[in-house]
C-alpha cells in the first residue's frame, strides 16, 4: 500500500527524478490547499511520507509503525483529493495539472 501511493503521488506531480520529496510537497500541497497553514501541514506530512517511503525502497532497517501507516492514509487521502480535483477541473493530463500548478502556485 505504502509504496502503491508513493508511486500514484510521485506520476502525478513530477516530471524530473531529482528533488522528488520537493517537488512533490510543493506541487501537491500548493494544488489541494487554499490556505499556507494547511498547505505547510501537507508538506510536513508528505515530507514524513517520503522519507518512509525511502526507508522501503532503498533498504532502510527502519521498523514501519502504526504511525507510519496513519501518514500513509493521510498521503492516499491527499492523492485522492487531488485526482478528484483534476478531473472536476478537466485536467486530464500530467501536462495540464503539471501547469496549472505552476500557473497557480500561491506563495
Request: charged share 35%.
Amino acid at each position: 500500500m505504502i509504496i502503491d501511493i508513493a508511486i500514484s503521488a510521485e506520476a502525478l506531480f513530477t516530471k524530473e527524478h531529482k528533488n522528488i520529496t520537493s517537488n512533490l510537497k510543493g506541487r501537491l500541497s500548493n494544488f489541494i490547499a487554499a490556505k499556507r497553514l494547511e498547505r505547510t501541514e501537507i508538506e510536513k506530512n508528505v515530507g514524513d511520507f517520503c522519507y518512509l517511503r525511502g526507508a522501503i525502497v532503498h533498504g532502510g532497517k527502519r521498523k514501519i509503525t502504526r504511525d507510519d501507516f496513519k501518514n500513509a492514509l493521510i498521503m492516499r487521502n491527499y492523492v485522492k483529493k487531488a485526482i478528484d480535483k483534476a478531473l472536476d477541473l478537466k485536467l486530464y493530463q500530467k501536462k495540464d495539472l503539471l501547469q496549472f500548478i505552476e500557473k497557480n502556485t500561491l506563495s
